[in-house]
């Protein structure tokens, strides 16, 4: 453990203990960077975890967490105390105050509304969805050709969360749905500095922004609309949400099932298709993790196609995904803003102040991960998990807030792998390293190009 998480062995008075003890780049250091930061912030925080310690002083009112122990405590021990980061401020303009966004006790009920949808069992029914769009697409592949793995991956994980949450075919009756969100997130996540700053001018991408959001909510309401007209009952969580306000009367409420689906759309295929490039492509990259992921695939599903029912025994298979989200995890970085002082090692944190951890620091923190940037899915086998502190790794958050939708995760990227290596071998066009955008969510920069070979 770094020397800054002991820096007060005998702390004085809470009113002389000050932000200040932490160490952080200087101003000039911090100008510099941020050329740097805009083109990988990720280069940068790892050198300031390296040369600061454990918490670094980015700003006179932003401390970054990097150890396991501090996390915890973020997540934990001072989450009441905590707001939602002010990075999510763009996102809830867009996806409205869903379970990303939202704060609690609003939290709390919405949480508690939509688990439902997340239980075991029917999540083990959804994976019989999974496995039909992959193979859909699987069988749309032809031998020797090219193909974008984001784009392809973007494709299945929208069908299969429209699917499974919303009784909507996006491939079929409901082909406006996907186009419009299709267009919604590729405006959403157009790199632009300092887009948030620039939203309501007459600029070409908040043009876009905005037109895609329009259409994006006539087709969501509309939706809304003619589910509430037919009140049939399809188990999934649009009848649940319509089933409540059902109950409590509509007034309002198509606002709030408006921004559930938004946000469970947007969160529920975007991070999914991000780690599901970066698996394919890492193991591209690897053909002896590779070759042994296929076999077993071979001898757990044979030729018969995946099936939830052999979720439980594909372990390799779940490491890979595991490995592939230490190095790559979908959410990036998490933050919290104070809302309420308290003392963090002997050292008053005052109310305004954002504490943020980043998962793709803490994911190659050598102290818990020895020679980090190799991948390597052994990392998790049990014995090998067991030896690190639980927030080493954390890829879907922790404490009351962790992802709802991580079974669901799990699932579907195991069955993805699955189905894909059960038909098909990859080759990366390039071998140039990937570069990565981060946004809300990790994702690539450029296409990423592998040509197809069947087995």
Not at 3 to 31: I, K, Y
Not at 142 to 161: C, F, P, Q, S, W
Request: net charge neutral; charged share 25%.
């Amino acid at each position: 453990m770094h020397d800054s998480l002991q820096s007060v062995e005998a702390s004085p008075p809470e009113n002389q203990l000050r932000q200040s003890t932490f160490l952080g780049p200087g101003s000039l250091t911090r100008l510099f960077d941020l050329f740097r930061f805009w083109n990988n912030p990720f280069d940068m925080l790892l050198n300031y975890a390296r040369s600061y310690g454990d918490v670094v002083s980015l700003d006179r009112n932003v401390l970054f967490l990097n150890h396991p122990d501090l996390v915890r405590d973020m997540f934990t021990t001072n989450a009441s105390k905590h707001l939602r980061g002010p990075g999510l401020e763009s996102f809830k303009r867009v996806f409205g105050d869903g379970l990303v966004s939202s704060e609690d006790p609003r939290h709390v009920k919405q949480r508690h509304l939509v688990q439902p949808a997340f239980l075991r069992d029917r999540i083990a029914d959804y994976g019989r969805f999974m496995v039909h769009y992959a193979s859909r697409m699987c069988g749309e592949w032809e031998e020797g050709k090219t193909i974008d793995l984001h784009k392809e991956m973007t494709r299945v994980t929208l069908a299969i969360i429209c699917k499974t949450l919303f009784d909507a075919d996006i491939l079929g009756e409901d082909s406006d749905l996907g186009a419009s969100v299709t267009a919604l997130m590729e405006a959403f996540f157009h790199p632009v500095p300092f887009g948030s700053y620039f939203e309501k001018l007459p600029l070409a991408f908040a043009r876009r922004l905005k037109d895609s959001l329009a259409e994006f909510d006539r087709v969501i309401y509309r939706k809304i609309r003619a589910r509430r007209v037919d009140a049939r009952e399809s188990g999934d969580l649009l009848s649940m949400l319509l089933q409540v306000s059902s109950t409590e009367g509509s007034d309002g409420l198509d606002q709030e099932i408006r921004d559930h689906c938004a946000t469970l759309i947007a969160a529920g295929h975007e991070t999914t298709a991000s780690a599901m490039t970066f698996a394919l492509y890492l193991l591209a990259k690897c053909p002896d993790v590779a070759n042994r992921l296929y076999a077993e695939v071979k001898g757990v599903v044979g030729d018969s196609s995946p099936d939830p029912e052999n979720f439980p025994n594909l372990v390799y298979t779940r490491r890979v995904f595991a490995e592939t989200m230490r190095l790559y995890p979908p959410i990036c970085a998490v933050a919290r803003t104070i809302k309420e002082e308290y003392v963090l090692k002997g050292c008053l944190l005052s109310a305004g102040t954002v504490v943020q951890a980043c998962q793709y620091t803490m994911h190659r923190d050598p102290r818990f991960f020895p020679d980090p940037q190799r991948f390597d899915p052994e990392r998790f086998a049990p014995k090998a998990q067991a030896s690190r502190p639980k927030y080493s790794y954390f890829p879907f958050g922790g404490g009351a807030r962790y992802c709802i939708g991580e079974n669901f995760a799990w699932m579907e990227g195991v069955l993805l792998l699955a189905t894909i290596f059960q038909r098909w071998r990859m080759e990366l066009v390039t071998s140039s390293a990937i570069e990565l955008q981060p946004s809300i969510s990790l994702r690539p920069k450029k296409p990423v190009l592998v040509t197809l070979f069947r087995r």
